[in-house]
């Protein structure tokens, strides 16, 4: 009965929320569920265990657009699917989803798959009320709000202790380019684990970009050999010491990739490695791959009077370069770079100086930089570029009249590349659409 009450007050927060345009209701119903259940969550898996199965996504970058892969390809194939809106990927999100899609009067929930992506230091917490989540897909480990979670290897051995306790009922699907990632391996005895990975020679380069998170071999501390890199520290490695090396791969291609970007490319991969799993056909994952949109803010177009503005979402070292790089080769010219540091950014921004701007910073006509922390971006670019003229380089700390300028400065063929951490993203899309995501 309480769990009934708890989903009815949820509902109606969230349609309050919803009509008023003061969010999604992502976030809050959840959290009041929680301080008047701290079971909430388990009571209603416990209560839907017979036909729901759950697939849990982690990783620093990739979780939102993984998930909707994933939710596409199901439904397509006519699967009844729901996920965490929003990235609300905290318990609170969890458990404002399930309340959302749960039966007031029964607190049953008819549906055949739930996705939740996952905070990475949420991870352990989640396993603890999903003790056996059907599936668990790992896409990779970067420095991320490192004032939060502390360096890739405190992360990591949280994950492989939570990791540890799932049985063979949980099917594991791993980044084998990862070698933190692919490490979690020699920990799950009994689950069946999967690898997804690139061997595309075409997207590889020779040396790890100077801001790799994972040097060393995880098993014996030694530095790693790579016989490729496909960006950051992910490709096919090995510790020529202890002979630890890239598990096989399950799957490293597909024949359609709907985003630009090698980072997408393992998004996609992991998704269809996962539909695989599930029993879809060959047929209806490139088919749904055909007709899939970005999630918001994941290379998500928008049209502003007459002109084409896209978001890429950049909040870490690794997810900028890539970000910089995918727009480099699409030729972009009108850049605006927003840099907030609040609770779901982290707080220390000093991550921007391991962004590779030296390499793409000359190839933009236009460049406008605003947010909370407008001025160290600034620096950071002027270090980058010491005799960039001043006339493409605009500093604007309000983001709307940063918006309006940088729209007014592109060309009406071109496009505006928008690169925003992620609370400087949802005031960008909150601006430029009129509405509140969470």
């Known amino acids: 009965m309480t769990n009934a009450l708890l989903i009815f007050l949820g509902k109606f927060i969230i349609f309050i929320s919803r009509l008023f345009n003061l969010g999604n209701g992502s976030t809050w119903p959840g959290h009041i569920a929680l301080l008047i259940n701290k079971n909430f969550i388990k009571d209603l898996l416990i209560t839907n265990n017979q036909k729901l199965?759950?697939?849990?996504?982690?990783?620093?970058?990739?979780?939102?657009?993984?998930?909707?892969?994933?939710?596409?390809?199901?439904?397509?194939?006519?699967?009844?699917v729901f996920q965490?809106?929003?990235?609300?990927?905290l318990l609170n999100g969890i458990a404002s989803s399930l309340l959302l899609h749960s039966d007031i009067l029964s607190a049953r929930i008819n549906y055949d798959f739930a996705i939740f992506e996952i905070d990475e230091n949420t991870l352990p917490l989640i396993l603890k009320e999903i003790k056996n989540p059907d599936f668990v897909i790992i896409l990779n480990l970067f420095r991320d709000q490192l004032d939060r979670y502390g360096e890739v290897n405190t992360i990591s051995k949280k994950w492989s202790d939570a990791l540890g306790k799932l049985d063979e009922r949980t099917t594991l699907i791993l980044n084998a380019d990862?070698?933190?990632?692919?490490?979690?391996?020699?920990?799950?005895k009994g689950v069946n684990t999967k690898f997804f990975g690139l061997n595309d020679k075409s997207l590889a380069t020779s040396e790890k970009q100077h801001a790799a998170d994972s040097n060393y071999c995880p098993k014996c501390g030694s530095k790693l050999h790579y016989s490729a890199v496909y960006?950051?520290?992910?490709?096919?490695?090995?510790?020529?010491?202890?002979?630890?090396?890239?598990?096989?791969?399950?799957?490293?291609?597909?024949?359609?990739?709907?985003?630009?970007?090698?980072?997408?490319?393992?998004?996609?991969?992991?998704?269809?490695?996962?539909a695989q799993e599930v029993g879809i056909s060959k047929n209806k994952i490139i088919s749904a791959l055909k007709d899939f949109q970005p999630a918001f803010g994941r290379q998500e177009t928008l049209s502003i009077n007459g002109k084409k503005v896209q978001i890429f979402l950049s909040k870490n070292p690794t997810s900028l370069n890539e970000s910089l790089k995918t727009i480099s080769d699409l030729k972009a010219k009108n850049l605006l770079l927003v840099l907030n540091d609040r609770i779901p950014d982290?707080?220390?921004?000093?991550?921007?100086?391991?962004?590779?701007f030296e390499d793409y910073i000359?190839?933009?006509?236009?460049?406008?930089?605003?947010?909370?922390?407008?001025?160290?971006?600034?620096?950071?670019?002027?270090?980058?570029?010491?005799?960039?003229?001043?006339?493409?380089f605009i500093i604007q700390e309000d983001l709307r009249k940063a918006i309006a300028m940088s729209l007014e400065k592109t060309p009406k063929p071109e496009i505006l590349y928008i690169l925003p951490t992620y609370s400087a993203?949802?005031?960008?899309?909150?601006?430029?659409?009129?509405?509140?995501?969470?």
């Open 231 to 274: 960006y950051s520290h992910l490709g096919n490695w090995t510790c020529l010491k202890c002979n630890n090396t890239r598990p096989k791969l399950d799957i490293s291609t597909s024949s359609v990739f709907p985003l630009l970007g090698v980072y997408n490319r393992y998004n996609t991969i992991a998704a269809i490695l996962l």
């Open 84 to 89: 965490n809106t929003a990235g609300a990927n």
């Open 425 to 438: 993203m949802l005031e960008v899309r909150k601006i430029l659409t009129g509405r509140r995501i969470l």
């Open 178 to 188: 990862d070698p933190q990632v692919a490490s979690l391996r020699l920990h799950p």
């Open 53 to 80: 199965k759950t697939i849990l996504i982690a990783g620093t970058n990739g979780k939102t657009t993984t998930g909707k892969l994933v939710q596409t390809i199901l439904e397509r194939s006519g699967k009844k």
């Open 362 to 392: 000359d190839e933009f006509s236009n460049i406008v930089i605003s947010g909370d922390r407008t001025y160290d971006m600034a620096l950071r670019i002027k270090y980058s570029q010491p005799i960039i003229h001043d006339s493409l």
């Open 346 to 356: 982290g707080r220390d921004v000093s991550w921007i100086w391991d962004v590779d």
